[in-house]
Nanobody, 123 residues
Framework: QVQLVESGGGLVQAGGSLRLSCAAS????????MGWFRQAPGKEREFVAS????????YYADSVKGRFTISRDNAKNLVFLQMNDLKPEDTAVYYC????????????????WGQGTQVTVSA
């Protein structure tokens, strides 16, 4: 079992930055693909970014490409999402997820999920 806890969310003005963290416990993250998803009110959960266990391969949704960066520290069981140039449409609950490597962009492939952290971007 893997337990995931997200942190770093908050309220920020458009154009600002936030760094989300995801701390894993219960099992090392080695050999797990990691992903970030988000869900806005009234919308389906959508893929944001993913990273393979080695950290060498990353994928991004087109809507965040060039603004968000996913990274991981396997030694510390941490995954990060650096979010720059935030826009009001980035407002959502952000979830960290772990799954088989690689897990890709499909939520159903991820076996473990955190509780989420709220990100609110004001205009």
């Amino acid at each position: 079992q893997v337990q995931l806890v997200e942190s770093g969310g908050g309220l920020v003005q458009a154009g600002g930055s936030l760094r989300l963290s995801c701390a894993a416990s219960g099992r090392t993250l080695n050999n797990y693909g990691m992903g970030w998803f988000r869900q806005a009110p009234g919308k389906e959960r959508e893929f944001v970014a993913s990273i393979r266990w080695s950290g060498g391969v990353t994928y991004y949704a087109d809507s965040v490409k060039g603004r968000f960066t996913i990274s991981r520290d396997n030694a510390k069981n941490l995954v990060f999402l650096q979010m720059n140039d935030l826009k009001p449409e980035d407002t959502a609950v952000y979830y960290c997820a772990a799954g088989p490597n690689p897990s890709g962009t499909t939520a159903a492939r991820y076996a473990y999920w955190g509780q989420g952290t709220q990100v609110t971007v004001s205009a």
